[in-house]
């Protein structure tokens, strides 16, 4: 999946994925709004940030999350 908002450079945070190149990362947003922090807050606390930036880092969330790898457990081995 392609999230155009969401940039991966070596040289910008180490490489962890920021919004749009800025050194604003995807987990700074998710932190803030785990803590409750408002789409609204988070707007007036990064005043570059835009409302479809927040909800890129929620896409982006979403789909590392589908993208998990799990174990595959044969039936009958759960005990």
Same mark, same amino acid.
């Given at each position: 999946?392609?999230?155009?908002?969401?940039?991966?450079?070596?040289?910008?945070?180490?490489?962890?994925?920021?919004?749009?190149?800025?050194?604003?990362?995807?987990?700074? !947003?998710?932190?803030? $709004? #785990?803590? /409750?922090?408002? &789409?609204?807050?988070?707007?007036? +606390?990064?005043?570059?940030?835009?409302?479809?930036? !927040?909800?890129?880092? $929620? #896409?982006? /969330?979403?789909? &590392?999350?589908?993208?998990?790898? +799990?174990?595959?457990?044969?039936?009958?081995?759960?005990?």
């Amino acid at each position: 999946m392609h999230i155009d908002r969401i940039t991966h450079n070596p040289t910008v945070m180490g490489g962890k994925p920021c919004i749009r190149g800025l050194r604003v990362t995807v987990g700074t !947003i998710l932190g803030l $709004l #785990a803590s /409750a922090k408002s &789409r609204e807050r988070i707007l007036q +606390e990064y005043p570059y940030l835009e409302p479809d930036d !927040i909800n890129a880092v $929620l #896409a982006y /969330a979403a789909w &590392r999350l589908e993208e998990r790898e +799990e174990p595959l457990v044969e039936p009958g081995l759960l005990q």
